[in-house]
């Protein structure tokens, strides 16, 4: 009985560990990107909306998450990074959908979009190369052990990734899949 109550009690702590895990949630990233999230621009036809976005659980000790949305298949030798967002503040858990563009003021107050690799601020979605190969899209979050970055817009996505990775406790990712074929 013993044995059963240890087994019972050690299934128990488990579950109650992993229902506390940081996670992020999506509404609208659904295993394939969509014609919202797809770039308007580079010969691609979408309407370049970043996805709704939601968190629960983050560590002990957040004082603020940043957002990236990366490509490691894209073919430049480094991938690309599509959105940078940083200096959320620890209270936010969630991104309306859109919020990657900066014209509309739906990220949360005091929150920076720097430059993606297209040269633009805020989200920059999914437009690969016409070679028909599947492109990765990896979005995360970053819970941050320093309340702000003290980096600006005009920061490159490398340079403000190595600040990311230096303050971050926790992380956690949703991906998507994209691929654009000859026409």
């Excluded at 770039?39 to 990236?68: H, R």
Aim: proline share 7%; with cysteine; hydrophobic share 35%.
């Amino acid at each position: 009985m013993k044995k059963l109550f240890f087994v019972f009690s050690v299934l128990l702590l488990t579950f109650q560990l992993s229902a506390q895990n940081f996670t992020l949630k999506s509404n609208d990233v659904k295993g394939q990107a969509q014609m919202q999230q797809i770039f308007n621009n580079f010969g691609c036809k979408g309407e370049n909306k970043s996805p709704q976005l939601s968190w629960v659980n983050p560590p002990q000790g957040t004082l603020s998450f940043a957002i990236t949305m990366y490509d490691p298949d894209a073919p430049s030798g480094s991938g690309w990074w599509q959105w940078v967002m940083f200096n959320i503040p620890a209270n936010v858990m969630e991104l309306v959908q859109n919020a990657g563009n900066p014209e509309l003021n739906l990220a949360p107050k005091g929150c920076i979009q720097s430059l993606n690799d297209y040269g633009d601020y805020g989200y920059g979605g999914p437009c690969p190369p016409e070679t028909g190969r599947i492109h990765e899209y990896i979005i995360t979050i970053y819970a941050l052990n320093v309340p702000k970055l003290d980096l600006t817009k005009e920061t490159n996505p490398a340079m403000v990734g190595f600040y990311i990775n230096a303050h971050t406790i926790q992380k956690a990712s949703v991906v998507m899949y994209y691929q654009r074929n000859k026409k």
